[in-house]
């Protein structure tokens, strides 16, 4: 390189950017364009949003607001609390289109004066095509619209030009014809020449950033269920259905069970002698269904069931088989109804029917035109709902001749799809109405869910081969499915909370089913759960002489005694009551060997001991007639079980092997497992475990993974006392916290990180709280290096969204008090925040700095031994999260074993800290201070010795790792554009000038530049980049003022003296120049830099980077004035010297066999210019590639 371009390659210091601000206090005051020099006042916002909520209600039970458990207290708090946002009220000015900028900026307030609203302007692009046609647009418009000058239309003729139109004989003054030439070339021109470009995708780039989302749960695939008609002919009894999800290729059910029954009123009277309450909640017929990961081999199955009788299956089912004489119907009824009185507690299994719920929705439903007669028959048509017709998808359907669309459950999808791809389906699928003809009768020995997922895969590999085996009897089932609609009145979360809107308190409700999903789905707690869903399996009790007809009672219990102690927190069934404090299993007749099929869903209490425990007691269910003479036959107890669901590792989830007591319940049974032997009782079958259950849970305020249960609860001892003891078991379970699994971790993430954030900034007493300190970063850097890894949805910067969401929505510095009293949680830190009031002229009282007395930074302790760090700290002093963030940071670059992760994932721990210094400036008032005294002195030295960390990592691994090389280098570059907002301006400034500085120490290489022109973008991408620049009257600059006394000091002449007589210095890269107009002299001097060396596509980058930021100035509505951009055009001067001394390597003739060349071939495509207007008789034309 030349002497020049070494000497450009050396970052200059910037000036005192606040101190400069306060010396020109007064020329700032009189300057018309101040806004170009100040930040706005409103810049940055901590801002309070309130939590909208879909129920009626906020969705946490009372029990659970007053419980004391902290855990429990916290999770509550994180569903209830309001959102935190750090709001960047001027982030939108990043150069995207006009229109969206203009909208953005009108809902704008601003303190600054001088500033005015570009009218709003539409364009072709802008109209509807009706509209476009219909006006008569010029060639101008016509471009803007196409964005395309080859392809514009011509402008018409002026006939006129060259023979000018006589005037009594005489020609036309050539004055008059250039005023009118002049008047017909201002008619059409656009006001943004970068609109006539087509600039790239503004998601495509790396300085931009897609603000994250806030947090909610994942929403798969919505499926609304509504129930028509379940009818048997003729109807002799109560019949109840019961719908759920069923996944066979993974052999799961995958969602909760929907009870619901369509009997008439004459036919529900038959069980008034049971008096059971008939809560609205459970007299729904209609349920959301919910698939995360539809295929090809999910079925929507239905059981039926009906009131217990005396007789197997097979007996209650044959009066629906075959035709009846009147004298056999009314037979049949009275047994029906005698049976009801006697026995309508209790159930008995029925039937059964799978529904191909994927081939339905996504118009297979007909596909290869299978029919067998004992197959269930659907007929298919089309429907409507609330929203009108719904028009149906073109699918294979079989026509019939009565002329409806029929088709046949069971058949597969086309062969399109392969066996483990999911389906696309369209969420506004075709609603259908499904008619279901045939049922299947239960088999007493193939109840379970194990015998439903053997049937349907053999369903799905040859559809119709069960009707060649199964018995069927008919049935008309009417199903209507069909997506959800928005704003669906009156519907219920799984919880039973109502959903706005609510508007009929007696309507039949709409229920959305909690789905069971067969893969992960990792999605961090927002809702308060706390289910337990219980799944009785089977009961052996053949070495019980006792009992042939088998009913099983489920009840969760608070104590030992089962009348006082049984809690009433079971859902109930339909047409009953909404909980209900014991669930009996469906009966099989005469069957020892039962198997059950149900689910039984409970909602815990909020707070368990070990008193809660699940209690199981069987008895027999007598099925004989009673004569008139005796008494009702009570069911008689053969045995119990139980099982303690609360233990030391927490809530308890899995597959159970019980032996059942068949003795009373001995005193204080609930303290021990039932595997234990206990003193002087007896026990089915000699203590076998004869007895099987599945307990599932699905809970946000009870952790299932036992080193997440024992973080938190150490976690909460150490608020109690932090003594020795509980700081070595609180630093252990940190360590321990990397083995938890990844879906409790990510479910409590928002807990886990924000008590890892409290440890890291308790006070240190001891060495051994320094120790905890550290221990509590490096698993915080584990944890998001866990979720991370997960490889779930990233922005194309690589950061999680999951963990984006939690910074920038949840996320609250245990070391910012936001509820300080007197303060407005609404907060604006900004503008003049140079020590100046927010009126220009009137300076501010300079409070007492924030300078922490007696903290330590960490570089000060990189060469003391820990057991002086402890000592040089004041150790009850309450620590600030960004300042302990750093200080650790850069302790932990010593341990190699935590180093790669923390450097991998440094935008979450950068964004941390940005976001922990807006709240502790709003909470404390420091939004005030001059931007000098913000921060101590401790944290900057802190931050100097990590940015020169990181920028030496970046350049030792830029060529063997430049993937990690990059990544880093851009969550850099976010901070120090962030900083910007925030800190000490000239602060920020020496940062970029120490990154640069061991850039130009390194062998300057492809890699190298490629990350400094990244840098560049990201942090001159800032929304106030060019009042970073200065941009003040050249008359005030040092580089122009003349020592003359008469020299014009504070105006800006209109004309052109001002700015042409010292063109020579002003157009030249000086040093003077690169101080005052910091961020943009360093990226002309990169390009000068960059256009010296070879190499077309690094020059390429260059000279986009400039295009682009230029693009972001013309388009901005702020300097839409051509006074503001006149004066934006000051900082950018030097470019006409850069691309004169250019012209060569720009413009000359490209060699066919070079990869050197021209980077813009005469020979080829047009040139284009953009003109940055000053005054009407100034243009400077910047030649750039498109």
């Known amino acids: 390189y030349s002497a020049t371009t070494t000497s450009l390659m050396e970052p200059e210091s910037a000036v005192d950017y606040e101190q400069y601000i306060q010396d020109n206090l007064n020329n700032i005051t009189a300057d018309p364009l101040n806004e170009l020099l100040l930040f706005p006042d409103d810049d940055v916002e901590v801002t309070t949003v309130k939590k909208q909520y879909r129920t009626v209600d906020v969705p946490v039970p009372g029990a659970a607001r007053r419980c004391e458990d902290p855990l429990v207290k916290e999770c509550v708090a994180s569903f209830t ?482 009348r006082t102690d049984a809690l009433q927190v079971i859902y109930g069934r339909s047409s009953g009551p909404r909980y209900t404090r014991e669930y009996w299993c469906p009966v099989v007749y005469h069957n020892k060997v039962p198997e059950f099929y149900d689910e039984i869903k409970i909602e815990l209490p909020p707070q368990l001991t070990d008193k809660h425990h699940l209690l199981f007691s069987f008895y027999h269910i007598s099925c004989k007639k009673p004569k008139p003479t005796e008494e009702k036959v009570e069911p008689l107890c053969i045995g119990y079980s139980w099982y303690p669901i609360f233990q030391k590792e927490g809530l308890f989830s899995g597959s159970l092997d019980l032996p059942v007591l068949v003795d009373n319940l001995p005193p204080h049974y609930s303290t021990s497992l039932p595997e234990k032997e206990l003193p002087s009782v007896k026990w089915m079958d000699g203590h076998k475990p004869v007895f099987k259950v599945t307990v599932t849970s699905e809970s946000s305020i009870h952790p299932q993974d036992r080193y997440i249960a024992k973080f938190l609860t150490r976690c909460y001892d150490m608020e109690q006392a932090a003594d020795d003891g509980n700081v070595k078991g609180m630093m252990s379970a940190c360590r321990s916290l990397s083995n938890a699994a990844a879906k409790p971790l990510v479910h409590f993430l928002h807990i886990i990180v924000n008590n890892l954030l409290k440890l890291i900034v308790r006070p240190m007493v001891t060495k051994e709280g320094q120790d905890l300190c550290h221990s509590a970063f490096q698993s915080l850097a584990s944890v998001v290096r866990a979720v991370q890894d997960l490889g779930l949805s990233a922005d194309k910067h690589g950061r999680s969204i999951i963990l984006a969401s939690y910074i920038q929505h949840v996320l609250v510095s245990p070391s910012a008090d936001l509820s300080t009293p007197g303060r407005d949680r609404r907060t604006t830190i900004g503008g003049v925040g140079q020590g100046m009031s927010s009126h220009p002229g009137e300076t501010a009282e300079r409070p007492r700095s924030n300078t922490v007395k007696g903290s330590s930074s960490a570089s000060q302790l990189l060469q003391a031994t820990p057991a002086k760090d402890a000592k040089s700290t004041d150790s009850k002093a309450k620590r600030l999260l960004h300042e302990q963030i750093a200080w650790t940071w850069v302790l932990n670059q010593r341990d190699q074993k935590y180093r790669r992760t923390i450097l991998s994932n440094s935008w979450f721990f950068f964004d941390v800290m940005i976001k922990s210094m807006a709240q502790y400036m709003e909470s404390t008032g420091h939004f005030t201070l001059p931007r000098k005294d913000r921060f101590s002195e401790p944290y900057e030295r802190d931050l100097e010795v990590l940015i020169e960390q990181l920028t030496q990592e970046i350049t030792e691994t830029h060529i063997r790792d430049v993937e990690y090389a990059t990544s880093l280098n851009i969550y850099l570059a976010f901070f120090i554009h962030d900083a910007f907002s925030l800190m000490d301006r000239g602060f920020v400034f020496q940062l970029i000038k120490a990154y640069l500085k061991k850039f130009s120490m390194s062998q300057i290489d492809y890699n190298l530049t490629e990350l400094k022109i990244q840098f560049l973008r990201i942090v001159c991408n800032h929304e106030h980049y060019v009042q970073l620049n200065l941009p003040f009257k050249p008359s005030l600059l040092p580089i122009l003022q003349d020592d003359s006394p008469n020299s014009p000091a504070g105006s800006l002449s209109s004309g052109l003296d001002e700015f042409l007589s010292p063109m020579d210095t002003i157009a030249e890269l000086s040093t003077e120049f690169r101080q005052h107009h910091y961020l943009s002299g360093l990226m002309l001097s990169e390009l000068s830099v960059i256009l010296d060396s070879k190499g077309n596509k690094i020059r390429e980058q260059a000279i986009e980077m400039l295009r682009d930021l230029l693009a972001a100035h013309d388009n901005d509505v702020r300097y839409g004035s051509s006074e503001a951009k006149g004066r934006i055009a000051t900082i950018y001067f030097p470019l006409l010297n850069i691309v004169m001394h250019h012209f060569s390597i720009l413009f000359k003739d490209k060699d066919p066999s070079s990869d050197e060349g021209g980077l813009f071939d005469r020979s080829g495509d047009y040139r284009r210019s953009v003109v940055i207007r000053g005054d009407d008789d100034l243009r400077v034309r910047y030649l750039l590639m498109s």
């Open 81 to 562: 609390s309001d959102w935190n946002v750090l709001e960047r009220k001027y982030g939108a000015f990043h150069g995207q289109d006009q229109t969206t900028l203009q909208r953005r900026f009108s809902s704008l307030r601003r303190t600054q004066s001088g500033i005015k609203l570009v009218p709003f302007q539409e364009y072709e692009v802008d109209l509807s095509e009706e509209a476009a046609d219909s006006e008569s647009i010029g060639s101008i418009a016509s471009i803007g619209s196409a964005y395309d000058l080859e392809s514009a239309e011509s402008d018409p003729l002026m006939t006129d030009l060259v023979e000018p139109e006589e005037e009594d004989g005489k020609r036309v003054d050539d004055r008059i014809m250039d005023e009118k030439n002049r008047l017909e070339r201002q008619a059409h021109r656009f006001n943004s020449l970068f609109s006539l470009f087509q600039l790239p995708d503004r998601e495509d780039l790396v300085e931009t950033r897609q603000p994250a989302p806030i947090p909610d749960e994942p929403e798969g695939l919505k499926i609304l269920v509504k129930v028509s008609e379940l009818k048997f002919t003729p109807e002799f009894e109560p019949i109840f259905a019961v719908l759920a999800l069923y996944d066979a290729r993974e052999k799961k059910k995958i969602s909760e069970s929907f009870c619901m029954d369509m009997n008439s009123s004459e036919i529900y009277h038959m069980l008034d002698d049971h008096g059971r309450e008939r809560n609205i909640a459970t007299l729904g017929r209609s349920a959301m269904f919910t698939i995360t990961h539809p295929h090809k081999e999910i079925y929507l199955v239905v059981r039926l069931e009906k009131v217990l009788q005396k007789g197997e299956i097979a007996e209650a089912t044959e009066p629906y088989t075959r035709e009846l004489d009147r004298k056999t119907e009314d037979k049949v009824r009275a047994n029906a109804v005698q049976f009801c009185k006697q026995l309508g507690h209790f159930r008995m299994p029925f039937a059964w029917t799978p529904i191909h719920i994927i081939d339905i929705i996504s118009g297979n439903s007909g596909s290869g035109g299978a029919s067998v007669s004992s197959q269930p028959e659907m007929e298919r048509s089309q429907s409507s709902n609330s929203l009108g017709e719904r028009k149906l998808a073109e699918a294979k359907i079989k026509k019939d001749p009565r002329g409806s669309l029929s088709s046949r459950t069971g058949l597969t999808l086309s062969g399109e799809f392969g066996k483990d791809e999911p389906l696309n389906i369209s969420s506004s699928f075709p609603a259908v109405t499904l008619t279901v003809n045939v049922f299947f009768r239960q088999e007493a020995d193939k109840l379970s869910d194990d015998h439903i997922y053997r049937y349907l895969s053999e369903l799905h590999r040859q559809p119709g081969s069960l009707g060649k085996r199964l018995r069927s009897l008919p049935a008309d089932l009417k199903l209507d499915v069909s997506p959800p609609f928005d704003n669906m009145p009156c519907c219920l979360t799984s919880s039973l909370w109502p959903i706005t809107p609510y508007p009929e308190a007696n309507r039949r409700p709409t229920r959305e089913i909690e789905e069971f999903s067969p893969k992960e789905v990792y999605a961090p707690a927002t809702t308060y759960k706390n289910f337990l869903y219980v799944y009785p399996q089977s009961l052996d009790a053949r070495g019980q002489s006792k009992g042939q007809n088998i009913g099983v009672k489920v009840q969760f219990m608070a104590g030992e005694n089962p």
